[in-house]
């Protein structure tokens, strides 16, 4: 009995892997314009470089896409997953089961197997696993995001602060310690995608990275 709901929890996990891991920007940047992502702009599959190389509103329809994969992955797992049994430090199945699909969309996300494992960076498939948990962890997001951008004019830190304002958020919050496990799970899944391949690690994770603000919202090559 208990590998068979082993076996099910994992087949629910590698669904939303493949669920977060389509390739929405990509796909509409080809039927819009012929464009591949991958070969303009900043070689990026996601809403940024379909915004800045290939449309405004095409960008904006694939933002709003790959939030709502992150939000369909959990709403579905939390609300039709097992809550029977208690399954880590007090958290019921299906709320440990629901954290770890979001996870696993955001990983599928950025690294897609419809792409040979490139993929984007994750932040609207985050926004929307989180605001399935609760609109209320956007705040959060934001006020971290923006305490990085500002303090640290550095993407790396500002998507770092964004993860752990929510995670805190949500364990004082929910009152369970899933979201401080999400917490080391998501800079594993996000930051590698921050960092700039060109540059030295040192480089870039040093604070006042970037000259101007502008410089952080400019797609480049990684």
């Keep these: 009995m208990a590998a068979i709901?082993?076996?099910?929890?994992?087949?629910?996990?590698?669904?939303?892997f493949l669920i977060g891991a389509i390739p929405f920007c990509y796909i509409l940047s080809k039927i819009v314009s012929g464009k591949n992502l991958t070969e303009i702009g900043d070689k990026n599959p996601g809403g940024w470089n379909l915004a800045f190389n290939v449309s405004k509103t095409w960008g904006i329809i694939g933002i709003i896409l790959d939030v709502g994969k992150g939000y369909l992955v959990y709403f579905l797992v939390y609300n039709f997953s097992s809550q029977a049994y208690i399954t880590f430090f007090g958290s019921s199945h299906n709320q440990l089961l629901a954290m770890l699909s979001g996870v696993?969309?955001?990983a599928g996300h950025n690294y897609s197997p419809y792409l040979?494992?490139?993929?984007?960076?994750?932040?609207a498939t985050f926004?929307?696993?989180?605001?399935?948990?609760?609109?209320l962890t956007l705040l959060f997001i934001g006020a971290g995001m923006l305490l990085g951008?500002?303090?640290a004019?550095?993407?790396i830190w500002s998507v770092a602060m964004g993860i752990i304002f929510s995670s805190v958020f949500l364990y004082f919050f929910k009152d369970s310690i899933?979201?401080?496990?999400?917490?080391l799970l998501l800079p594993l899944v996000m930051i590698p995608k921050q960092i700039n391949k060109s540059l030295k690690l040192s480089i870039n994770f040093k604070f006042r990275k970037e000259e101007t603000l502008k410089d952080l919202f400019t797609?480049?090559?990684r």
């Design 116 to 123: 040979k494992f490139g993929g984007g960076k994750g932040v």
């Design 153 to 155: 004019k550095n993407m």
């Design 149 to 151: 951008l500002f303090w």
């Design 127 to 135: 926004l929307g696993f989180l605001f399935a948990v609760h609109p």
């Design 104 to 106: 696993a969309a955001i």
């Design 219 to 221: 797609p480049k090559i």
């Design 178 to 183: 899933i979201y401080l496990l999400m917490m």
């Design 5 to 16: 709901l082993i076996l099910k929890d994992l087949g629910i996990l590698i669904g939303a």
